[in-house]
């Protein structure tokens, strides 16, 4: 897909923590070179009825959004990009040991109920990944 007909996203789309950046930009160092970028996709499950989860991705399909990053992309299509929209993914490394990627600011999606955590920028990390 030419760069012209790619779909790009903004930082006011889609952010992604100065720490997620430095992990994400590690992690593809670490696989093959024809790995396109982090893809990011919603599945049905999850507090709000949607998980999200991230995985590297060797190919753009033509509903692909990217948002350019120092060393990587990140690829959302176009589905997905409607429940991440002003989300920003973060990378908590905790003294325990356990890491993990949390995508905070997620939409409320409903009225109440709910598991509470899910989605919010506590200090356990929340995300729904």
Known sequence: MSESAMNVLSTSDLTLSGPAQAKMAELVQQVEDD???????????????????????DQLNGNDMVLACEGFDVI???????????????????????????????????AGGGCGSCGSSSSQGGGCA
């Open 35 to 57: 790995i396109k970028g982090v893809r990011v996709y919603a599945t049905a499950g999850g507090c709000s009825g949607i998980s999200f989860g991230m995985t590297f991705t």
């Open 76 to 110: 959302v299509d176009d589905m997905t990009m409607e429940h991440l929209r002003g989300v920003e993914i973060d990378f908590i490394d905790r003294e325990d040991g356990a890491a993990s990627f949390v995508f905070n600011n997620l939409p409320q999606r409903s």
